[in-house]
């Protein structure tokens, strides 16, 4: 019996199960690998005595035993009302999630469980980013086939009533999934202008460094950098200085290409009729995020400086249950970076609606403009300033407040960039706000899923007459930002956005 | 009615009032109280220093003469500007607050949204008498904070709203 034929006639005490029998193959593997510093540790103590590789060998075999206990401590079941989970030997727990808690299914496989048909799956509650150890429930080692029917069960087959919107005439029929997204291999383009290959490239010179160091290798005695010495030793500094910079730049583009490769491979976004959208993406490790449409409350479009440069966009969705960012437990990216006009489509697929994402958005005119001039410019002109004072204590030599110069440029024309940035637009569905230059984003947050609204003046927004506008909501980011809008028009977007809240708090305090 | 009301209005609408209750008139000292303690342990230390490195001369004069000018001006300001600003107010559909001193913020609430009512009170609060209120909603940047209010109100407050939540059982995400 399969947890799919459990859940529509329950019997009254639903038998656990165990993870697939295959995990034996896998959990030791990964104990092994987990307690590889240890081993090492032992091999290097042990050696000393001579004894190094049996105390190893006993390391391996305590390793592989607590992988195959994993196996056989580990036990689950789905009730009609709970998802619950039993662990350990010695110190047991017993974790239960109720199904009607159960908001988002992330079902991913690394390499080893893909060539076995394993799976991970990981149910998220509403809860599962605020604790330490998450309030969603693990389960490292499922049938492929039976997390699939496990994911059909918990998030179609509600205890209590069908997701609205289901399309109650055929409920579990051959389910015609429509496809709303596919990755095109030529957005791979996109990849560079992602940048995601800086930390790689950042790690492998580190490690680089530190394992010539370690080995007492002098670089200059390699032969491939001894050879780049002799080409560039002859060239002007400037030259070399570029050519270096052009190198970097082209590993960082290859490995932010290898990165988005290894992550969004074989993208795919569909919505079910039932009512959810799934992400499928991953080369390597594979990954599929379920995502309850119910629990959808906007979608936001981010569009990272060189990103947008290149004419691209990136798509997150904003649901309860899923927190903002990119992180492992975070499943939020619906749409992976690739051209703004399909990230645009994307995202009004999902909204039903293209209004929020095609809406022209209200500038926040010349006063928001001066306030990020202000504050962008006075950064500088304390760099500038303590560059100066240094050189004038003679602390510094003159070029440092020279080159701290460049900054005043810069900073104007982030804030130009930034005043652009700026807007706001309420549709019929959503408040739409805008901000950001470095990293743009354009947030489209349903109106329904507003649950307050904070509007906060600082001492100098006051004098300018702006205030920041902020709708709070249960999902993604918990707070969406309307920045530096008039005093005036911020209660306009209140009203339009949440209907007769504000009524009872205006006029005369009468 | 709905719809109508998504375009932005001809005339415009009144600006929104601040809240219409002031929090106890005790919470004044009790800021006044509790900013001295912490500029007292500033003090204490740089007068130490003065102390014990006797070397150090007119800067360590400079430095703790500048600190207590600050420290008076902020006692003395700061709870009464803090006291003008902090304000709140329950209507039947929502419950709205203003709050800070320097940077201001409102907040407002749909009372069907709320999901939690606490009151809380430190150990400095309770020799004043005060209680603080705190508001949750399903948002974690949602909370509504009222500060230094009288414990009667305060409790009377958690009750009202308490009662008024209870009224809608949604879920208020």
Not at chain 1, 246 to 269: D, E, K
Not at chain 1, 370 to 375: A, E
Not at chain 1, 485 to 506: I, K, Q, T
């Amino acid at each position: 019996v399969t947890a799919e034929g459990a859940a529509p006639a329950p019997p009254p005490e639903t038998p656990w199960r165990r993870l697939s029998a295959r995990m034996l193959l896998v959990h030791p593997v990964q104990e092994v690998v987990r307690a590889m510093p240890a081993l090492v540790g032992l091999v290097v103590a042990g050696s000393g005595s001579g004894q190094g590789g049996r105390w190893a060998l006993i390391g391996v075999a305590l390793a592989i035993a607590a992988g195959t206990l994993r196996w056989f401590t580990t036990r689950y079941r789905v009730t009609p009302e709970q998802v619950q989970v039993r662990r350990g030997l010695l110190r047991r727990s017993l974790r239960a999630v109720s199904r009607d808690r159960v908001r988002t299914i992330d079902v991913s496989a690394n390499p080893l469980q893909r060539v076995l048909g394993l799976v991970r799956l990981t149910v998220g509650t509403g809860l599962a980013e605020r604790g330490p150890r998450g309030g969603g429930v693990r389960l490292d080692g499922l049938d492929a086939r039976d997390a699939t029917g496990l994911r059909d069960a918990l998030l179609h087959d509600r205890p209590r009533g069908a997701a609205p919107g289901a399309d109650q005439t055929a409920p579990e029929e051959v389910a015609a999934e429509t496809e709303l997204a596919r990755l095109r291999p030529a957005w791979l383009a996109y990849a560079p202008f992602t940048l995601s290959g800086v930390l790689t490239v950042g790690a492998i010179g580190g490690f680089l460094i530190n394992t010539a160091d370690d080995l007492h290798l002098d670089p200059r005695h390699l032969g491939i950098v001894h050879r780049a010495g002799d080409v560039l030793g002859g060239a002007p500094l400037v030259l070399a200085i570029v050519v270096a910079l052009l190198a970097v730049a082209l590993l960082v583009a290859v490995c932010s290409t290898a990165g988005y490769a290894l992550a969004f491979w074989g993208y795919r976004l569909t919505r079910h009729p039932s009512g959810t959208l799934h992400v499928t993406r991953g080369l390597l490790s594979t990954r599929a995020t379920t995502i309850e449409e119910r629990r959808l409350r906007g979608v936001e479009l981010t569009q990272p400086l060189l990103l947008r440069g290149a004419g691209g966009a990136r798509c997150d969705a904003i649901a309860t249950g899923l927190g903002a960012g990119r992180g492992a437990e975070r499943g939020t990216t619906l749409f992976p970076p690739g051209p703004r006009a399909v990230a645009a489509r994307v995202a009004a697929d999902v909204l039903r609606t293209t209004e929020p994402v095609t809406v022209p958005l209200t500038p926040h005119g010349p006063r928001a403009r001066v306030r990020r001039f202000t504050r962008a410019l006075s950064g500088s002109a304390v760099i500038v300033a303590a560059a100066a004072a240094g050189a004038i204590a003679g602390i510094w030599p003159d070029t440092v407040w020279e080159v701290a110069l460049v900054t005043v440029p810069l900073a104007a024309a982030l804030a130009a960039d930034r005043a652009r940035s700026l807007g706001h637009a309420v549709t019929p569905t959503a408040l739409v706000a805008r901000a950001g230059s470095l990293v743009r984003r354009r947030a489209m947050l349903s109106r329904e899923g507003i649950i307050g609204i904070t509007l906060r003046r600082s001492f100098f927004q006051r004098r300018a007459g702006l205030c920041t506008l902020t709708a709070t909501t249960a999902a993604g980011r918990q707070a969406y930002a309307v920045l530096d809008v008039a005093d005036d028009e911020a209660l306009r977007v209140c009203d339009a956005a949440v209907p007769g809240l504000l009524d009872v708090f205006r006029g005369e305090s009468g | 009615v709905i719809l109508g009301s998504l375009s932005v209005p001809d005339q415009p609408a009144p600006d929104l009032r601040p809240p219409r209750h002031r929090v106890s008139a005790r919470a004044v000292r009790y800021w006044a109280v509790r900013a001295s303690a912490g500029w007292a342990v500033l003090g204490i230390a740089q007068a130490a220093w003065l102390v014990l490195a006797s070397g150090g001369g007119s800067w360590h004069v400079i430095a703790l003469v500048a600190t207590v000018v600050l420290a008076a001006a902020h006692v003395t300001v700061m709870p009464r500007w803090r006291y003008a600003v902090h304000r709140w107010e329950t209507a039947p559909g929502a419950v709205y607050t203003q709050s800070g001193w320097f940077d201001q913020e409102r907040r407002i609430a749909p009372v069907a949204r709320i999901q939690t009512v606490d009151t809380e009170r430190g150990p400095l609060e309770q020799l004043f008498g005060l209680a603080n209120v705190t508001v949750t909603t399903a948002s974690a940047a949602g909370a509504l904070e009222i500060k230094g209010l009288d414990r009667e109100v305060a409790d009377r407050l958690v009750d009202e709203l308490t009662a008024a939540t209870q009224a809608d059982a949604e879920d208020a995400t």
